[in-house]
């Protein structure tokens, strides 16, 4: 069953990246799933970022119990922390929930009202004009978006650790800029681009081979967040073991 499952995602992925009939209906497409995936998701990655970091500063200055071990350990504990696990992984499974629900719907929405059938019947490859598009626009702006989400969450983190007291904003700082490997930001954007392909093509895959009636579309978007969630965490511990 999941060898089954598993060709026909591959044969769906060929034909989505077979050479399109015309770009212009097609760039169209992106910049529309752009503006969507981009744009509609960056409420929802500001706040959960904040607090991301303001958490992970009040409980590492709880843990940090010794006072032979220097308050600045904090600055980049989040800087870290953030980079390389908490903005790429929680983000992606926030977008999971989000973009992945609705490409489902949508797309098991058309099957079971015939409209991909119709696409074909006119001879447009349904798989390209209907789920290009939305991979190109997910690896293009969750990038960007985890990219905002690291930003605010050491922004998260010095604000709750400086309002609270738990360190200095000078003892941040130094622990913020000292030690930092630029390799860590790489991984992260490595891990993005992969999270984003992952969230884009199950979701359209259980969307696609959606049967029945709205009953199935609500399954099958289900499944994708599910299926989705699942990927992202074994694609994230295969990313660290082999890179770091």
């Known amino acids: 069953m999941i060898l089954y499952s598993l060709g026909k995602y591959i044969l769906l992925l060929k034909a989505v990246f077979r050479k399109p009939e015309r770009w212009n209906i097609y760039r169209k497409e992106i910049f529309k799933e752009m503006t969507y995936m981009g744009v509609g998701s960056l409420g929802i990655i500001c706040i959960i970022s904040i607090f991301l970091g303001a958490v992970t500063t009040v409980q590492t200055a709880f843990q940090l119990v010794s006072d032979l071990v220097p308050r600045s350990v904090i600055g980049g504990i989040v800087r870290d922390s953030s980079i390389l696990e908490l903005s790429p992984t929680i983000s992606a499974i926030v977008l999971a929930g989000k973009i ?3 490409v489902a719907s949508q797309i098991g929405t058309m099957r079971v009202t015939e409209q991909i059938d119709a696409l074909e ?8 004009y209907l789920i290009l598009p939305k991979i190109v626009g997910a690896i293009t702006m969750i990038p960007l978006l985890v990219t905002i989400s690291i930003a605010l969450s050491i922004l998260g983190g010095y604000l709750a650790g400086t309002i609270s007291g738990a360190v200095t904003p000078q003892s941040f700082i130094e622990g913020l800029t000292t030690g930092f490997d630029p390799f860590t930001f790489t991984v992260s954007m490595i891990k993005s681009v992969i999270f984003a392909f992952i969230i884009t093509s199950v979701a359209a895959y259980q969307g696609f ?13 289900t499944k994708a967040v599910v299926i989705s969630c699942i990927m992202i965490l074994f694609a994230d511990y295969l990313v660290a073991q082999l890179l770091l």
């Open 100 to 102: 992945g629900s609705s």
């Open 121 to 128: 019947i006119m001879g447009i490859n349904s798989p390209g």
């Open 209 to 221: 081979y959606t049967d029945g009636g709205a009953l199935e579309v609500g399954q099958s978007s």
